[in-house]
């Protein structure tokens, strides 16, 4: 049984930042999505098993980072630079494989998401 919390969102002004915290009931290659209002989840970073290797969607690279604390089978998502667009529930996953996705059904556990909402 792989569980997902989610943690850290909240209300911030743009250009703000926030931390989000995803603590896992054990180790794995892991993502984060996020999902607007009419819209579908879209890819925003994700991590190997081994927290050597990472990838960004354009739409954040240089401003989001993503890390993990393998001794806490914790991932964190570190977000500055905050804009308006960037206002979402934000989910963690989780996928069998070591490797990090970029696709939402290359994982097969989800938390119950965070929300972020930035204003302008």
């Known amino acids: 049984q792989v569980q997902l919390v989610e943690s850290g969102g909240g209300l911030v002004q743009a250009g703000g930042s926030l931390r989000l915290s995803c603590a896992a009931s054990?180790?794995?290659?892991m993502g984060w999505f996020r999902q607007a209002p009419g819209k579908e989840r879209e890819f925003v970073a994700a991590?190997?098993?081994?927290?050597?290797?990472?990838g960004y969607a354009d739409s954040v690279k240089g401003r989001f980072t993503i890390s993990r604390d393998n001794g806490k089978n914790t991932v964190y998502l570190q977000m500055n630079s905050l804009k308006p667009e960037d206002t979402a529930v934000y989910y963690c996953?989780?996928?069998?494989?070591?490797?990090?996705?970029?696709?939402?059904?290359?994982?097969?556990?989800w938390g119950q998401g965070t929300q972020v909402t930035v204003s302008s």
């Open positions: 054990g180790r794995y290659a």
């Open positions: 991590i190997s098993r081994s927290g050597g290797s990472t």
């Open positions: 996953a989780a996928r069998g494989l070591a490797g990090p996705g970029t696709r939402a059904s290359e994982y097969a556990y």
